[in-house]
């Protein structure tokens, strides 16, 4: 893959979104370091290239309507090359099926990642929120969060909590595991369906603020149902939206999570779940 | 695909999980007419196909942890082929492709179904429900609902309402979208990760209970996390469990459905949830 981007902003996030035609209904890039986490790329990073990798796509039908990530193997820092197959194009809806492959030591491509995708053609019908965003202060009242947690990606949000942030105390006491903050990329962009895609998965691991002990984790599966229109994104401008998760099962290794995210007006942008690997 | 299935039980549900080989990855079904739905099957009777095709795959490592299904065509009443393809193994987990194929009026392979699912083996660590069981009387002392609204797979479920069930009156009236009943397979069959995955789209369209209107619909993906163990369903036998559900967003063509299920005795046993398409 050459080095050579184009249509690419000046942005973190649209450097990590750039990717390359690489046969047919392959696109190939690499995991962004401005994204880095511990041991490879923050997952909604990951997850947001799948979604491009759909987005970009010349036979692409219609807008993001539903996107499901599988983490399956770890992602390094090498090529990686994603396909986006529309496997079923009806009048209006389209369905994808999506795969992320590196080479693994042995110099074999391996599928890291999987994924499947509904893109649909926008139209305006009857419409109503039936979970409302919760009153909170206005995001210009917040303070940042400053972590001592050093990982990469978590410098690419500002996030200003509001109830369940980052436990202080790490002393095993059982609390909820409901988290409320006000987030926005850093430095400021313009919301879009990729960036929402990525948002959706900024929450630290629910497991931590439950126990107030951080065992090691990964995101096992992460869906986003994308509620707003693209256009509905783009009245967000910048501003920071209002993100919410909770856990509901904690069970013999694996965690669930369930997330809401509204646009500063209260109007919902998005909902999301997500199933994570725990070790103890 | 000769009509003789060998191991398969006289349940109705048995009978509908039954397939053949078909090549490698390949499984040839159809759908059953017991759980036959207006225009096709009950979408969690194809969930719970695709879920059987890799259970019953010979390469599967451990229990089902997670399936995404999505409805990306009709299916109707002629042979299908599953295809099963294990795209990932690591030394623990496992993840998987699968689609599901039926002919076309022109004589051509279609893709119906698409979908992801992950397996890994099952251990036993710290675990904590969050999400409790909301108080509700005995199954015993709830009455079994009985409708007009003539669908074969309904006669497959034996449902006893608690709160929000099927509006009586159709007057446009907005209500809260919650539902929860006592489920139960009928004829009753001790449980297991198939059922638990047909029995979590048993829910009637949130759409219809908020706006108590009757609209088109059809779920489009639809996720199952499963916190139980094949062993804690076993405890479950064929003793009815509680089901809940609830939209969080309806706009543009689609609504979303949260849903969880528990045990009689509490336990949660899987959280799931759905993005359906709806018309008006």
Redesign the interface.
Known sequence: MSNLFTSVGDHPFDRAMAMEPAGANQFATRASKDYWNMVGPYGGITAAQMAQAVLQHPDRLGEL??I?V?F??AVGEGEVVIEAIP??T?RS?Q?W?I?MREKDAQGHW???T???A?T?L??????????AMPQVPPSGEVARYVTDFRVEWLSRYNVRPLLGSYPEQWDGA?S??LTRMWVSDEPPRPLDVQALTALCDVFFPRIWL??AKRVPIGT??F?V?F???EDELRQVGSEPVLAQA?????????F?Q?A?IWAPGGT?LA?S?Q?V????
């Open positions: 309507v539903a499901t599988n399956a193997g496997a079923r009806n809806t369905h099926i795969t391996s599928t890291t999987t994924a499947t509904m649909a926008a139209r305006k019908t009857w419409s109503d929120d039936e979970c059982i909820p595991s439950r126990r096992v599966t869906s149902y509620h707003a229109s909770q856990g509901q099962g904690f069970r013999d290794g694996f669930d369930t809401q919902l909902t779940h199933l690997y725990y070790k103890e």
